[in-house]
Structure formats: C-alpha cells, structure tokens
C-alpha cells in the first residue's frame, strides 16, 4: 500500500508539474524549452500508473481523488492562494474515496 501511495503522489506531481510547465511556456511566454520538458514529464506521468497493482480503470479514478489534495496544496505552495475550509473538506472527501476505491477488501 506504501508503494502504491508513493506512486499516487509521483504521478501526481508529474501530471501537475508537467501541465504547469506546459502552462507556463503557453500563458507566460516562457521558452519551448520549458514546454518540451513539460511535455516530458507528462509523459512520465502516463508511465507510472503502469506501476500500480490494480486495472486502468480503478487507478485513474483513484488518481482523480488524490490530484485534487495535490492541485490545492500545488495551488498554496506555488500560486500562493490557500485553500480554504470547503477545498479541505472536498479534497479529504475525494481522499476518502481513493482509499475506497484502491483498498477495501474485496473478494
């Protein structure tokens, strides 16, 4: 389950760090270069799912509740604009979710 999280929070960063990188040559006018490694670890991003020990399906829908949590504190730490109480409570909720969804038993 450590292994699986770990592989959340990667791809998570990937997928978010990519597109920033992406939205920073796009919207701020920054080199190609910066949209090519955008692009790049986009790509990542579409690779570490493949590590994961569930179908396709259950990993992206499980990776929808976990890249909420991670755009909201991206959002805080980069953007400077905190989330407030109703972002928390969403976020915790979409986790909850992800812990649903990835590992309860099932037979």
């Known amino acids: ?9 990667v791809a998570g960063l990937c997928e978010i760090g990519g ?3 992406v939205w920073l040559w796009l919207r701020e006018g920054k080199s190609l270069w910066i949209g090519v490694l955008g692009g790049l670890v986009l ?9 994961q020990p569930a ?31 109703f972002d928390w409570l969403g ?9 649903v969804i990835m590992y309860a038993p099932r037979h």
């Not at 915790?92 to 992800?98: E, K, N, Q, R, S």
């Open 55 to 85: 179908n396709f399906g259950r990993i992206y829908a499980a990776y929808g509740g976990v890249f909420i949590m991670l755009s909201l504190l991206w959002s805080w730490w980069i953007d400077g604009v905190k989330p407030d109480w």
């Open 43 to 51: 790509f990542l991003y579409g690779v570490i799912p493949t590590l």
């Open 1 to 9: 389950m450590i292994r699986s999280l770990l592989y959340f929070l």
């Open 19 to 21: 597109g920033y990188l």
């Open 91 to 99: 976020s915790w909720i979409a986790l909850l979710g992800v812990m």
